[in-house]
């Protein structure tokens, strides 16, 4: 399916006027849409998956801003340390601590968000409150990650009530740990909303959408 053009101008134009930066998702998709969206201004691009980002990454032009937004395991952190722009989905001490040694070994100071487990679905991925103040408190001794802001999905549901309680839940701790992040000192981002609850997560606070199939249209895992 071809890159939906006037989907994203729209959408562009929405998040333009509030603020909200869009990263598009392209995992599964392949580099000549990602290039299409890239002629037409688009700097921010989600992968999911280590290996697909370290290849579009090398093929790609250098000025895109690639953003890790899938489950990162630690033994693959040293593969994207050298240009990941930021990380969304820390959702461990252990894999803080990893990011900031591969870091250093880089020479660089990598971008990361807190991912807070929001959802009802046990399979989401995130840390609850007391585990995100213990990262806080231990901010101070990682001197190659910086701690930009939290990342959270809500559930996947059609109650959109829900899915804003959700959404308010995780702002609510986004306000709090603004508070905690003195050392961080650049608490900025709340990447919440996806395709289909993103006007909802805008209206709650977010700064930061991934939007994939809205743009790209449905994807085709390999068997």
Known sequence: MPVNIEKYKEITAELIKKKVTLIAVSKTKPNEDIAELYDLGQRHFGENYVQELVDKQAALPKDIRWHF??????????????????????????????????????????????????????????????????????????????????????????????????FKQLKNLFNKCSEWSVVSGAFWFLSMGMSGDYKIAVEEGSTMVRIGSLLFGAREYPE
Do not use: W
Not at 137 to 145: D, H, R, Y
């Open 69 to 166: 937004i899938g489950h990162l395991q630690s033994n693959k952190v040293k593969y994207i340390a050298p240009f990941v722009y930021l990380i969304h989905g820390v959702d461990s001490l252990k894999l803080l601590l990893e990011i900031n040694k591969q870091a250093s070994k880089c020479g660089r100071v990598i971008d990361c968000l807190l991912q807070v487990h929001i959802a009802r679905e046990e399979t989401k991925f995130g840390m609850d409150a007391s585990e995100i103040s213990e990262v806080f408190s231990k901010i101070g001794e990682l001197e190659n990650v910086r701690i930009c802001g939290l990342m959270g999905m809500a559930s996947l549901s059609g109650d959109m009530e829900m899915v804003r309680a959700e």
